[in-house]
């Protein structure tokens, strides 16, 4: 089972250290919050685990239903886009006025994994191939793929979300600010991709 579990860690690490929304998230969360890593790992947990269940339960098929693929990417794409746009918006706020997204990590940490597409489809395909290699090893084995891979999560994003809150003192208002316009772009970005994707399957 180790040689499993390592493989786990590997695939998990190389996963997580990919840019993506819930990196721009840490970034503009960790602003206020030395902790806003280990929150938003907290709210990816909640999706994360039941899906874990569910695929060792066999009902990953599902997800890979191209309809159901198709609502996925272009409700979560949209969704991803208004956070973006909502940050694009607050991006003043909160380097001149000290406010704070109107949402904490925690749910920062849920809406981030819900919304992605591609974060359902890394688990009905990468995911489902670990987790079926662990079902010899039973009940014991899938919690410990499961500790495993949500380690890699909340020690990555708690260590940048350490270092951005550290190192924000050096910053300029205008890098802030630009900081934010940086997170947002990249939210709207990744959404505006989500959603070609979610029609690409379709045509």
Not at 139 to 153: E, K, N, R, S
Request: proline residues 2%; aromatic residues 14%.
């Amino acid at each position: 089972m180790l040689a499993i579990l390592a493989s786990v860690f590997v695939i998990s690490l190389s996963g997580v250290l990919q840019p993506g929304i819930m990196l721009a998230m840490v970034v503009a969360k960790s602003y206020k919050s030395p902790w806003a890593g280990a929150w938003i790992a907290l709210g990816h947990a909640v999706i994360e685990v039941p899906i874990i269940l569910l695929i060792y339960l066999g009902f990953g098929r599902f997800f890979q239903n191209t309809i159901v693929q198709l609502v996925l990417s272009i409700l979560g794409g949209g969704m991803i886009i208004w956070l973006g746009v909502a940050m694009f918006r607050a991006r003043k706020a909160i380097v001149l006025q000290g406010k704070d997204l109107p949402y904490n990590a925690f749910t920062a940490g849920i809406l981030t994994s819900m919304l992605n597409p591609f974060f359902w489809v890394w688990w009905v395909t990468i995911g489902s191939m670990l987790v079926m290699r662990i079902t010899d090893y039973g009940t014991g084995g899938l919690i410990a793929l499961t500790i495993v891979h949500w380690l890699c999560d909340l020690i990555w994003l708690e260590l940048l979300s350490v270092l951005v809150y550290r190192t924000r003192a050096l910053w300029g208002r205008r890098l802030q600010e630009w900081l934010f316009i940086g997170c947002s772009l990249l939210l709207a970005g990744f959404g505006v991709w989500y959603l070609i994707s979610g029609i690409r399957l379709v045509i």
